[in-house]
């Protein structure tokens, strides 16, 4: 465990509101903070900081907790990683544990197993066996400078390279298949290489560390690209391809690509700021992740029908953060990699200025799915554009592509404007009721992988949750409940063992609050004892001492009916004493 004093300076040098606002445009509002969650898409803020608990929660999602939860979320970190980053930041030596960090450990062995693997693929290129490798980066038109630049290699056809060469520097064959470099035979016996007779692209995260690989065939055989699956320090949803050199640009956008193969030829051709996604269709996370580094996202997707779906995914998603989006469209359907090897970088350039937005990108595919010279497809058009406008939110955008529109087709503006106005109200309608939906579904969700006893102790539950909101924000109160409120008499599991953790550091003088729970909670957890802080928060002003006492006499009675529904396992003395509290609970 780490101590009490080393964490309060953690927390005390990484103030939330500075940590969180470098992911998050945060405004105040009264003595909080709000903004767009980071950790779902939204439109409108439900991400709430709580500058005097040093806690966040978000109504939406029901993401929870203090900066050092805040951080393993947003970065998919463990703990231990997370209070490193924060250290980091702060300038703060980590103090020497007594306990053997197994999972901090393990991590970091995959990520020298990565490292090592992939010298091993750039080196092994330059050899006679990887001379086919070479020649078809070469043939793409990469030089060694690039090769060099993004790490690239080759696997050769052999199930023991890896395998070998790594059991050589003292890897250990589960390290191996912990950091998907190897599988376990089917006999169960001994391991073989994954990545064989494919060029090899090192995934590089945003602080230098090699976290997984793209594999890709050089003949027609199948799968065209092997990615590696998600491991300990990988998930395909939080990074970005590149994004290690991207953020690095001086380019004030972001050019979000389909494959790795063009965002290298990208780089190669000076547009140092393209990402791509990792053998996985865009999500909300990459989106989320793309906004922390710009505002502006220049979408580059193939004419086929997969890449105009891509693309209106991508538009979908990167709306939700606000970034504003343009769209680059290759004549001839060419990629990005073709065009500029015949036209040049300079001619590719003046396709990424001209790029329409994504507003006009959309009015233009749904333009050329309907007649506009009929009265029918007009009509028809309209109907949808319209619909695709209600969904901006600037009232600005809206009526500059109104009053296009009614230029162009020669309508109304006034009528567009009528059929705008109902689809925003039918639209915020729905928004709300999905957004309420959602809301009770998230919170009811986290209670139930958190707490599940408390569906079936519901009056119990929630007087346990309003009794520990009520002492994490006031531990002074433990000296009026600690008399009347014996752990045991806690209903819920979770519940009674955060309750006794609580009282157990009120008895030694230590700190009760967020921070010094972090190491033993989840993410989830902490999500869900942030909310009961949140709660006796929100209603601080009118509660009392008074009445956490009254939430631990409902608690104890609770207790007592559990006693008497189950009375099986009590002798006839404590029989007889139950029912003399029935008796007395009815009069």
């Given at each position: 465990?780490?101590?009490?004093?080393?964490?309060?300076?953690?927390?005390?040098?990484?103030?939330?509101?500075?940590?969180?606002?470098?992911?998050?445009?945060?405004?105040?509002?009264?003595?909080?903070?709000?903004?767009?969650?980071?950790?779902?898409?939204?439109?409108?803020?439900s991400f709430n900081l709580y500058p005097e608990t040093s806690s966040f929660y978000c109504f939406g999602c029901g993401a929870?907790?203090?900066?050092?939860?805040?951080?393993?979320?947003?970065?998919?970190?463990?703990?231990?990683?997370?209070?490193?980053?924060?250290?980091?930041?702060?300038?703060?030596?980590?103090?020497?544990?007594?306990?053997?960090?197994?999972?901090?450990?393990?991590?970091?062995?995959?990520?020298?197993?990565?490292?090592?693997?992939?010298?091993?693929?750039?080196?092994?290129?330059?050899?006679?066996?990887?001379?086919?490798?070479?020649?078809?980066?070469?043939?793409?038109?990469?030089?060694?400078?690039?090769?060099?630049?993004?790490?690239?290699?080759?696997?050769?056809?052999?199930?023991?390279?890896?395998?070998?060469?790594?059991?050589?520097?003292?890897?250990?064959?589960?390290?191996?298949?912990?950091?998907?470099?190897?599988?376990?035979?089917?006999?169960?016996?001994?391991?073989?290489?994954?990545?064989?007779?494919?060029?090899?692209?090192?995934?590089?995260?945003?602080?230098?560390?090699?976290?997984?690989?793209?594999?890709?065939?050089?003949?027609?055989?199948?799968?065209?690209?092997?990615?590696?699956?998600?491991?300990?320090?990988?998930?395909?949803?939080?990074?970005?391809?590149?994004?290690?050199?991207?953020?690095?640009?001086?380019?004030?956008?972001?050019?979000?690509?389909?494959?790795?193969?063009?965002?290298?030829?990208?780089?190669?051709?000076?547009?140092t700021n393209a990402v791509a996604a990792l053998g996985t269709s865009f999500t909300a996370e990459h989106a989320r992740l793309?906004?922390?580094?710009?505002?502006?996202?220049?979408?580059?997707?193939?004419?086929?029908?997969?890449?105009?779906?891509?693309?209106?995914?991508?538009?979908?998603?990167?709306?939700?953060?606000?970034?504003?989006?343009?769209?680059?469209?290759?004549?001839?359907?060419?990629?990005?990699?073709?065009?500029?090897?015949?036209?040049?970088?300079?001619?590719?350039?003046?396709?990424?200025?001209?790029?329409?937005?994504?507003?006009?990108?959309?009015?233009?595919?749904?333009?050329?799915?309907?007649?506009?010279?009929?009265?029918?497809?007009?009509?028809?058009?309209?109907?949808?554009?319209?619909?695709?406008?209600?969904?901006?939110?600037?009232?600005?955008?809206?009526?500059?592509?109104?009053?296009?529109?009614?230029?162009?087709?020669?309508?109304?503006?006034?009528?567009?404007?009528?059929?705008?106005?109902?689809?925003?109200?039918?639209?915020?309608?729905?928004?709300?009721?999905?957004?309420?939906?959602?809301?009770?579904?998230?919170?009811?969700?986290?209670?139930?992988?958190?707490?599940?006893?408390?569906?079936?102790?519901?009056?119990?539950?929630?007087?346990?949750?309003?009794?520990?909101?009520?002492?994490?924000?006031?531990?002074?109160?433990?000296?009026?409940?600690?008399p009347i409120l014996k752990t045991e008499e806690l209903v819920t599991t979770f519940n009674r063992t955060l309750y006794e953790?609580?009282?157990?550091?009120?008895?030694?003088?230590?700190?009760?609050?967020?921070?010094?729970?972090?190491?033993?909670?989840?993410?989830?957890?902490?999500?869900?004892?942030?909310?009961?802080?949140?709660?006796?928060?929100?209603?601080?002003?009118?509660?009392?001492?008074?009445?956490?006492?009254?939430?631990?006499?409902?608690?104890?009675?609770?207790?007592?009916?559990?006693?008497?529904?189950?009375?099986?396992?009590?002798?006839?003395?404590?029989?007889?004493?139950?029912?003399?509290?029935?008796?007395?609970?009815?009069?």
């Amino acid at each position: 465990m780490l101590p009490d004093s080393f964490l309060q300076e953690l927390i005390a040098k990484n103030d939330i509101e500075s940590v969180v606002s470098a992911y998050v445009s945060l405004k105040r509002r009264g003595r909080n903070l709000v903004g767009l969650c980071p950790f779902h898409g939204e439109k409108t803020p439900s991400f709430n900081l709580y500058p005097e608990t040093s806690s966040f929660y978000c109504f939406g999602c029901g993401a929870g907790g203090d900066v050092i939860t805040f951080i393993r979320r947003i970065e998919n970190l463990s703990y231990m990683d997370a209070v490193r980053l924060l250290a980091d930041r702060a300038g703060m030596a980590i103090p020497e544990q007594d306990r053997d960090d197994a999972g901090a450990k393990r991590r970091m062995r995959i990520l020298e197993a990565n490292r090592e693997a992939a010298r091993l693929f750039n080196k092994f290129l330059y050899l006679p066996g990887g001379r086919e490798g070479l020649e078809y980066y070469y043939s793409r038109g990469y030089t060694d400078a690039i090769i060099r630049r993004f790490g690239l290699g080759y696997a050769p056809q052999s199930f023991d390279f890896v395998r070998d060469n790594l059991r050589k520097k003292g890897f250990h064959d589960e390290e191996l298949v912990l950091a998907w470099l190897c599988a376990r035979n089917k006999s169960g016996n001994g391991v073989h290489d994954i990545f064989r007779n494919r060029v090899m692209i090192p995934i590089i995260d945003v602080r230098g560390n090699v976290i997984a690989f793209g594999g890709r065939v050089l003949d027609d055989s199948k799968p065209k690209y092997l990615n590696s699956g998600d491991t300990m320090v990988f998930k395909k949803t939080n990074n970005l391809f590149a994004l290690n050199f991207a953020k690095q640009s001086k380019q004030e956008s972001l050019i979000l690509c389909e494959g790795y193969m063009d965002v290298i030829a990208l780089h190669q051709a000076g547009f140092t700021n393209a990402v791509a996604a990792l053998g996985t269709s865009f999500t909300a996370e990459h989106a989320r992740l793309m906004s922390r580094y710009s505002d502006e996202a220049i979408l580059i997707f193939d004419a086929d029908a997969a890449g105009k779906k891509g693309a209106q995914r991508a538009i979908n998603l990167l709306r939700e953060t606000g970034m504003r989006i343009r769209l680059v469209s290759i004549p001839d359907g060419k990629d990005p990699d073709e065009f500029i090897k015949k036209n040049g970088a300079e001619r590719f350039k003046l396709l990424v200025e001209r790029a329409a937005n994504d507003v006009e990108y959309q009015l233009m595919e749904l333009g050329s799915r309907h007649l506009l010279d009929t009265s029918e497809g007009k009509v028809n058009y309209l109907r949808e554009a319209v619909q695709l406008l209600a969904g901006l939110t600037d009232p600005l955008e809206r009526d500059v592509y109104i009053s296009r529109l009614a230029h162009d087709l020669s309508v109304s503006k006034e009528a567009l404007q009528e059929r705008l106005k109902y689809q925003l109200e039918r639209r915020k309608k729905v928004q709300q009721e999905k957004q309420i939906t959602q809301v009770v579904q998230r919170s009811e969700a986290t209670r139930k992988v958190v707490n599940a006893e408390a569906a079936k102790h519901l009056r119990a539950a929630n007087a346990e949750e309003s009794l520990l909101g009520l002492l994490l924000l006031n531990p002074d109160y433990f000296g009026k409940i600690e008399p009347i409120l014996k752990t045991e008499e806690l209903v819920t599991t979770f519940n009674r063992t955060l309750y006794e953790k609580l009282l157990q550091r009120y008895r030694a003088g230590a700190a009760v609050e967020l921070s010094v729970l972090a190491e033993e909670y989840d993410p989830d957890e902490m999500a869900y004892i942030t909310g009961m802080l949140r709660d006796s928060r929100e209603r601080g002003t009118t509660l009392s001492v008074d009445d956490a006492v009254q939430y631990a006499r409902v608690i104890k009675k609770e207790h007592q009916l559990l006693a008497l529904k189950e009375p099986s396992a009590l002798t006839p003395e404590e029989i007889q004493e139950k029912l003399k509290l029935m008796r007395d609970m009815k009069s």
